[in-house]
């Protein structure tokens, strides 16, 4: 194993194994990166699933739009889709194209097309160009996931500015009424939808009052979703990510001196590593959830959730 992927693992997630030590409790070293920030500059290296991501054909031919595929989660989704036999288009910012085309590399190494839409979703036009773009390039859009969020700490009410709230929203929630409803325009029936919510939506740290907010409003919107769109055969679900190490950590999404311990109070003691989010959104957006919307799947290290 080289240098660059010394912190992931090459066991695959289909290999029977202990979940406490799948991966090592991370320590990581206070850092900081300007926002958006990039995987490539993380340490500890995420596992993004590149050396550990195993598909057994279960999206085969299937088209899909992943927001913040860039990085992070959404990158180990992106991965995991191709893997299964998926084309997929990818949204990030512009300021992310390193570790997009990083994703597009792998996504291509596996035979399908991928597609890299730069952009930014608190702009509402944007929101129905990424969707066009990916349903005209990809030929069709089957899957949408709506993974793109914005994570800033504020230690109290008083030194969170409007400003932050307003970018917040207009990144966590409003954009995704906006690609969602430019998807509907495309989606098929089987088609399905698959938003991030996050444990924060139930528990919410006294210093992420807007962003965690934003994700409860998420699991609101998901449901109702799933209730509109299910007499058109068009599925809706949320999976709601525990402490999972990617680059919205260090770029202020948790306060710098609280990043060596991130993750280690969960019931497991470790922070999650993306890769452990995709299968839940690989069955989500697979047929085998034929009688599952409205659903949230917790992938969380075992904090309690409603
Ligand atoms: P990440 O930084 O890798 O991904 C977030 C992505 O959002 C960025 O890569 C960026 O491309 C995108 N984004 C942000 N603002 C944008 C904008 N204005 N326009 C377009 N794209 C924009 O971090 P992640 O942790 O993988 O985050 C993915 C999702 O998971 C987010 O919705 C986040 O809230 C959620 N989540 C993360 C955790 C965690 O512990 N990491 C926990 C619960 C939920
Ligand atoms: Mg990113």
Same mark, same amino acid.
């Given at each position: 194993m080289g240098d660059a992927d010394a912190d992931t693992t090459r066991t695959d997630q289909l290999h029977f194994q202990n979940p406490v030590t799948r991966y090592p409790a991370i320590e990581p070293p206070e850092q900081h990166q300007a926002e958006p920030g990039l995987d490539s500059e993380l340490q500890p290296k995420a596992d993004?699933?590149?050396? %550990?991501y195993r598909g /057994? =054909?279960?999206? @085969?031919g299937r088209k899909a739009l992943v927001t913040? =595929? *860039? %990085?992070g989660i959404g990158a180990a989704v992106a991965i995991a889709f191709a893997r299964e036999g998926a084309d997929v288009a990818l949204s990030y910012l512009p300021a992310e194209e390193q570790d997009a085309q990083n994703v597009a590399r792998l996504i291509r190494e596996c035979g399908r097309t991928a597609v890299t839409l730069p952009g930014d979703l608190t702009d509402a036009a944007f929101c129905r160009q990424v969707v066009d773009d990916a349903a005209g390039q990809l030929g069709g859009l089957d899957i949408l996931v709506n993974n793109a969020g914005k994570q800033i700490v504020a230690t109290s009410l008083e030194e969170l500015p409007d400003e932050q709230v307003e970018q917040t929203y207009q990144t966590n929630i409003l954009a995704m009424f906006r690609t969602t409803r430019a998807a509907l325009a495309h989606l098929p029936a089987g088609g399905t939808i698959i938003n991030t919510t996050s444990v924060e939506a139930y528990m919410p740290a006294p210093t992420l009052v807007d962003y965690a907010s934003t994700k409860a409003a998420i699991n609101n919107f998901t449901k109702g979703l799933a209730n509109q769109l299910a007499d058109k055969g068009i599925r809706a679900n949320a999976v709601a990510p525990g402490p999972i190490w990617t680059p919205l950590q260090p770029t *202020?999404?948790? $306060? !710098? @001196? !609280?990043l060596p311990e991130f993750g280690r109070s969960t019931p497991l003691g470790r922070a999650g590593q993306p890769t452990e989010l995709a299968p839940a959104y690989v069955f989500l957006a697979s $047929? @085998? %959830? %034929?009688?599952? /919307? =409205?659903a949230t799947i917790h992938v969380n290290g075992g904090m309690p959730s409603p």
């Open positions: 993004i699933g590149e050396f %550990s /057994t =054909g279960r999206l @085969e913040g =595929g *860039d %990085s *202020d999404g948790q $306060p !710098k @001196e !609280k $047929p @085998e %959830s %034929s009688y599952v /919307t =409205g």
